[in-house]
Nanobody, 122 residues
Framework: VQLQASGGGLVQAGSSLRLSCSVSRVSFSISAVSWHRQAPGKQRELVASFNRGGETDYEDSVKGRFTISSDNVRRTFYLQMNSLKPEDTAVYYC?????????????????WGQGTQVTVSS
């Protein structure tokens, strides 16, 4: 399974972006998908995740602003980011796993895409 992230860019504070993560092939074993981010000098952190059971998990600072979703027909999942803030600036990574557990640490996820840079100017 290969993941391909896209959609990053440079935007002003208050703007919106939608990140996409395409899955290379149909994988009926994938049960959880997620987005993570890593700012310079900081550890990678979970931004949002959801699983086949419909459970979702969001990092506190993005609740109400970010939404994770998927389009199974297009084999793609998304991160809609609204009301962006300069502190959202980071490299964003998509990840997935065969298990349904919505882990908050990167080690929970087996499959990773390359990062896409999101920069929010003030």
């Amino acid at each position: 399974v290969q993941l391909q992230a896209s959609g990053g860019g440079l935007v002003q504070a208050g703007s919106s972006l939608r990140l996409s993560c395409s899955v290379s092939r149909v994988s009926f074993s994938i049960s959880a998908v997620s987005w993570h981010r890593q700012a310079p000098g900081k550890q990678r952190e979970l931004v949002a995740s959801f699983n086949r059971g419909g459970e979702t998990d969001y990092e506190d600072s993005v609740k109400g602003r970010f939404t994770i979703s998927s389009d199974n027909v297009r084999r793609t999942f998304y991160l809609q980011m609204n009301s962006l803030k300069p502190e959202d600036t980071a490299v964003y990574y998509c990840a997935a796993d065969d298990g349904e557990v919505l882990g908050r640490t990167p080690t929970f996820y087996s499959y990773w895409g390359q990062g896409t840079q999101v920069t929010v100017s003030s």
